[in-house]
């Protein structure tokens, strides 16, 4: 399909965001501008904008003027449309506002800034303090984006704010997380006001795996484009996160997704819910390293329940499988099969045909589990005989869910909805 065709899809999708010619609503029709504008791959003329928005040629006129003038668009060449003066197009202006993205995963911490745009200018990433103490790694997270926003030298003033993705279970209305399981002492942490507080930045809390699947709506995996698909989540803990029409599930309060305690081996591990053979205890990085140890794959552990040490232990041995040892790759794949059992309950409940990985720990395991997963699913779902599942290893990289956290705070402001009014406006 050419252009043209993508133009049409363009308005299509603008469409169904259509503004208002109310003077009162002037800050409102300014983002249903912006909105339009960044959903459209190829940029948008001030006379696509009044048909795909249904705001006057007057009012596309005087925002977008406004709008240049703050720096938030930019023009993008001319277009000939048939006879008459050629069209301006207009896109995005990425430097003009700023979003922090922070990823507190229990192992590995990773915080980073993008643009307008969602493109990632800075990432820096740390070990998550060890510790009962929330304070410890509360501290540590301050001084992270601190110091990412300095090197970054960007002027705070275009920092809009920050999203934080974290495991769940999560408290939307209290900001807070409630009893992680692989983070002992955290009970009831209000993170969201003490980092917005610390740090004077508007923060958003999201589950991580909501914040992986908002990062793949926003700029996505292939697998992602249609905007109806489950993003699966591989880091300390395992989750889904599920997105139709172009929307993140997130359930009544944020924590739809907790698939740790699909049992996809009867016999297996015994799991802290009381079920044996969970997701949770059969498929996570700890798992699979403690499989290794009970098989003599790999030596045992000085601390077992070092994070740090089994994240290492969990590198070493997805090396080793990747290589071709096959001892290394006869527990990777056995884990793998029990993924696909979980991802075929799944996909067998929701009659999926789009499937994204990713993760801390995905990379690490993708080129086994990509090797096993497909096949193992397709033997266990029930509609395989009606349509095929599109499975992806996310295009994301390891920051997927830091990604999301700082795209969530992109779309609270550039989506025309009324709470994006509550975001603070650079430069106003
Ligand atoms: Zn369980």
Known sequence: MGDGGQAERDVAEASRRRGTNLPAMADFNQLVILDAIRRSASGLS????????????????????????????????????????????????????YAVGVHLDPT?????????????????RMMTPLGQDPELAIDA??????????????????????????????????????????LPGWHSVPLRDELSQRLGLVTL?????????????????????????????????????LAVGH?????????????????????????????????????????????????????????????VLVDA?????????????DAARAVIDRAAERFARALAVIANLLDLDRIVIGGPAWERVAERFMTIVPAE?????????????LIEGT??????????AASLVLDRWLSPRTESLLLPVPGA
């Open 313 to 325: 232990a969990f590198t070493r041995l997805a090396a080793r499988a990747t290589d071709g040892d």
């Open 205 to 241: 809390l999201e589950k991580d795996v909501a914040a992986a699947t908002a990062a793949e709506l926003w700029v996505g995996t292939p697998a992602a484009a249609t905007g109806s698909f489950v993003f699966l989540y591989l880091g300390t803990g395992i989750g889904a996160g």
């Open 46 to 97: 001030r006379v696509e904008l009044a048909l795909s928005t249904g705001l006057s040629a007057q009012t596309v006129t005087n925002i977008t003027r406004r709008l240049f003038a703050s720096g938030f668009i930019a023009e993008a060449g001319k277009e000939s449309f048939g006879p008459g003066k050629p069209r301006t197009i207009l896109r995005l202006h990425p430097p003009a506002l």
């Open 141 to 182: 997270l301050v001084a992270m984006v601190e110091g990412l926003l300095s090197e970054s030298a960007v002027d705070r003033a275009r920092v809009t704010g920050m999203g934080l993705a974290a495991p769940g279970p999560i408290d939307p209305l209290a900001g807070a997380l409630v009893d992680p399981p692989h």
């Open 247 to 307: 929307e993140v599930l997130r359930g009544s309060l944020g924590n739809a997704g907790e698939i740790g305690h699909i049992v996809v081996e009867p016999d297996g591990a015994q799991c802290w819910c009381g079920l044996r053979g969970c997701v949770a205890v059969t498929c996570t990085p700890d798992a699979i390293v403690r499989d290794a140890i009970a098989e003599r794959v790999l030596e045992p552990l000085v601390e077992p329940h070092n994070t």
């Open 377 to 389: 699913l397709d033997r266990m779902r029930a509609a395989r005989s009606i349509h095929p599942v």
């Open 108 to 124: 590995v911490t990773t915080a980073l800034l993008v643009d307008l745009a969602g493109e990632p200018m800075l990432e820096r």
């Open 395 to 404: 295009t994301l990289g390891n920051a997927v869910a830091a990604k999301g």
